[in-house]
Nanobody
Framework: QVQLVESGGGLVQPGGSLRLSCAASGSSFAIYAMGWYRQAPEKQRESVAIITSAGTINYADSVKGRFTISRDNAERTVTLQMNSLKPEDTAVYYC??????????WGKGILVTVSS
């Protein structure tokens, strides 16, 4: 059973930084893509940043230049460094991994609140 455990969320003031981490366990299948999504109140879940096994990265336009995604294949972790946070970044952030056979797994989500 694949488990994704997210950590690092919390409350931060505008302009501050947070670092989210997600660790995958429970299976040794090769991971194709790892990414972060978010869902703000009364909004649809959206992609924030995705990184593939080849190192290809895609960011949402709203976070380009502020967020950085990275992955450690050996540790099966993905990290999202979030800088210059804005109130509109407030959301529940979800980790997602996708295998080479297109199986997708989600974390339970972690709350990020940007407020003064």
């Amino acid at each position: 059973q694949v488990q994704l455990v997210e950590s690092g969320g919390g409350l931060v003031q505008p302009g501050g930084s947070l670092r989210l981490s997600c660790a995958a366990s429970g299976s040794s299948f090769a991971i194709y893509a790892m990414g972060w999504y978010r869902q703000a109140p009364e909004k649809q879940r959206e992609s924030v940043a995705i990184i593939t096994s080849a190192g290809t990265i895609n960011y949402a336009d709203s976070v380009k230049g502020r967020f950085t995604i990275s992955r450690d294949n050996a540790e099966r972790t993905v990290t999202l460094q979030m800088n210059s946070l804005k109130p509109e970044d407030t959301a529940v952030y979800y980790c997602k991994i996708v295998s080479f056979s297109a199986m997708a797994y989600w974390g339970k989500g972690i709350l990020v609140t940007v407020s003064s």
